[in-house]
C-alpha cells in the first residue's frame, strides 16, 4: 500500500443550501468509494482542524480575511464568490486551506498527499471568486518558501478552468512558477497571465490534449526544475461535465494523472495534489474520474 495520506473532513459536504449540496457529494462519496475498493484505507484520511490566520495572510490581505471571518463581505463580493455565505462554510475554506498546507509535509515524506477538496484557484489575494474563497495551493506554497521546505515551486493547474487567482498571486514571485491548461471559451472570461498558459479549444479530444501535454511537461520540468509540485486534477475536462467544454475521456483523464504523477515520481519531486472541479449530471462519472487519480497515485507511488 503507498504511503499516501488524504486530507478529509465531513464538514466539507454540510451545511449547504439545497442547490449547491450535489457538487458537494462527491467530497463524501470519494472517500468511501476509495476505501471499499481498497485503493486507500481509512487510516490513511487525516482530519486537518482550521488553518493558523499567520498562514493566510501570507497569501491574502487581511482586510479581505478579516471580512471574511466576520460573514461582513458586500453583498457585490458575495455574488462573485457564487455560495450564500456562512460560519460554517468559511470554516470548511479554513481547513480546506489546512489539509493542502499539512499535505506538503505528507508528500516531502512520502512522495504524495492528496487533499479530497481544495483546487479553490479562483481565489485572490483580496477577493473571493467562483466558489473559492481561499486559495489552499497558493497558501501552502507561500508556505513552503518562508520555511525554506521548496526553493522552486510548480504549479500544474489542469482544471478546465484558468487559474486566474493563482496567476494573480504569483505574477511576480519568480520562485512559483504557473502552468495553466484550461478551456480558451471558458471562465473566467477576462483572464489573468500565468507563467504559462495552453489554452484549448472547445471539444478538444484526448490525443490532441495528451500531446500538448506531454510536450509541456517535459519542458517545465526541464527548465523550471522544480523541487516540489501542486498539482489541481479537476475533472471538469470531462466530455460530459455541464461547466466544461472540452471532450476528454475517462480514460484521457487518467492518463492525464499517470503524465503528470510520473513526470514528479520519476524526478523525485514531492507533489500535492488537490481536486478541484467535476460537475457531470452523473456524480458516479465524477467519483469514477477523481478515484482514478488516486489509483494511479498508487500504482506509481507503491
Known sequence: MAMIRIAHHSIYAHPLPEGHRFPMLKYEMLPEQLVREGTCQRE????????LDQHVLRTHCSEYYKKLNAVSLTKKEIRRIGFPL???LIERECIIAQGTLKGCAFALKNGISFNIAGGTHHAFFDRGEAFCLLNDQAIAANYLLVTEQ??????????VHQGNGTAALFR??????????HGKANYPFQ??????DIALEDNTKDNEYLDILALQLAHLFSTVQPDFVFYLSGVDVLKEDKL????????????RDEMVLSSCFERNI???CSMGGGYAPDVNL????HANTYRVATEIFE
Open 270 to 272: 514531492p507533489v500535492q
Open 86 to 88: 456562512s460560519q460554517e
Open 172 to 181: 511576480n514571485n519568480p520562485k512559483v512558477f504557473t502552468f495553466s491548461m
Open 191 to 196: 483572464k489573468e497571465t500565468s507563467d504559462l
Open 150 to 159: 521548496a526553493k522552486q515551486i510548480l504549479i500544474i493547474d489542469l482544471d
Open 286 to 289: 465524477i467519483i469514477e474520474a
Open 44 to 51: 490513511q484520511f487525516f482530519a486537518p482542524g482550521r488553518i
Open 244 to 255: 466544461g467544454r472540452l471532450a476528454l475521456s475517462l480514460e484521457g483523464t487518467k492518463k
